[in-house]
């Protein structure tokens, strides 16, 4: 009888192990698991956290190789595997963010992400950083009132350093991939709503 | 005899698992003072947005969804902080200021999705 007591303790130790191991960022991860893998549900299969989506990959921000810096002082550096490729920002020795993104999914345009500085003390500054498609030696931003400016691709990246559009005035909608002989190798959306770049605080 | 060293056995082992679970919760909360995940239900996709349960010295938040919809990423309190950054299916922010503010994640896609948030100090 006392050691079907002991066996009892044993039991509710390891259940009590089990729902703890289970609670917090592991069952996050589990409610977020799914059979389709676009970039949201690859990140959740592991843990949430800064660099997530490197950790569901299996690389290391460590062996990223620096491309180019931002603005508002960021680094921005590249680390890749056969498959997919991650554009890293860093804030001097802090990680700052990851956009990864599959070949195809860099083919669809949808490796872009923007950051935007919308404190009222700070510099207003817009980054918009991407991996370009294969075969993009350059890309250009278009504007709502159409006009566009242009950037270079390197090693697969590029970068635009701007401001957060004022409001009711003309803001980026996506850009044209060039190739080296000028010729439009295809165009994609920015990830944003309209001109919704900056989000309200109440 | 044997009974009753068999019995300290378990009874031993047992509580090596319950210190085991308090060394890693003690280790955890080490590593990161507080953690919150918040949203995974369904919400519209016209900047509908799931939200932390308060503020907190938030330096981390990331969203996440199905598919590849337009996501942004938002730390932000209402004296100056606010951080935003958009991505397809996946997008994370980082506040350095070490300010309290709130953690959102907005859905831009113009379609609904089921959207998480993580947000930690």
């Given at each position: 009888m006392k050691e079907k007591g002991s066996r009892k303790s044993l039991f509710f130790a390891g259940a009590v192990a089990a729902v703890l191991a289970m609670s917090g960022a592991g069952a996050y991860a589990a409610a977020n698991s799914a059979t389709t893998a676009g970039p949201g549900e690859q990140a959740a299969t592991v843990a949430p956290g800064p660099e997530r989506q490197l950790r569901s990959i299996g690389l290391n921000a460590s062996e990223a190789k620096p491309l180019f810096s931002l603005s508002n002082g960021e680094s921005v550096g590249l680390v890749a595997n056969e498959?997919?490729?991650?554009?890293?920002?860093?804030?001097?020795?802090?990680?700052?963010?990851?956009?990864?993104?599959?070949?195809?999914?860099?083919?669809?345009?949808?490796?872009?992400?923007?950051?935007?500085?919308?404190?009222?003390?700070?510099?207003?500054?817009?980054?918009?950083?991407?991996?370009?498609?294969?075969?993009?030696?350059?890309?250009?931003?278009?504007?709502?009132?159409?006009?566009s400016q242009?950037?270079?691709?390197?090693?697969?990246?590029?970068?635009?350093?701007?401001?957060?559009?004022?409001?009711?005035?003309?803001?980026?909608?996506?850009?044209e991939w060039v190739s080296a002989n000028g010729s439009s190798a295809g165009t994609a959306g920015l990830p944003v709503e309209g001109d919704h770049f900056c989000e309200p605080t109440s | 005899m044997s009974k009753l060293l068999r019995k300290r056995r378990l009874t031993g082992l047992a509580g090596s698992l319950v210190m085991a679970s308090v060394l890693a919760l003690?280790?955890?909360?080490?590593?990161?003072?507080?953690?919150?995940?918040?949203g995974g239900y369904e919400i519209c996709g016209s900047n509908c947005?799931?939200?932390?349960?308060?503020?907190h010295t938030f330096y981390f938040n990331e969203g996440s969804a199905r598919g590849e919809p337009y996501l942004a990423c938002q730390l932000f309190n209402t004296?100056?902080?606010?951080?935003?950054?958009?991505?397809?299916?996946?997008?994370?922010?980082?506040?350095?200021?070490?300010?309290?503010?709130?953690?959102?994640?907005y859905d831009q896609s113009g379609t609904s999705h089921v959207v998480s948030g993580y947000a930690e100090t």
């Open positions: 498959q997919t490729k991650c554009l890293l920002r860093a804030l001097g020795s802090k990680f700052a963010g990851e956009t990864c993104a599959t070949l195809s999914e860099i083919a669809e345009g949808h490796a872009i992400s923007i950051s935007d500085e919308c404190g009222s003390p700070g510099k207003n500054l817009m980054e918009i950083t991407g991996l370009a498609p294969a075969g993009a030696s350059e890309v250009r931003l278009i504007s709502s009132d159409g006009t242009s950037t270079s691709v390197t090693s697969g990246a590029f970068k635009f350093d701007g401001t957060n559009p004022a409001p009711d005035a003309p803001y980026p909608t996506g850009v | 003690a280790t955890a909360s080490a590593a990161s003072a507080f953690s919150e995940g918040y947005y799931v939200q932390s349960g308060g503020s004296s100056h902080a606010n951080q935003v950054t958009h991505g397809y299916g996946y997008c994370d922010v980082f506040y350095y200021g070490g300010e309290y503010v709130t953690a959102r994640v």
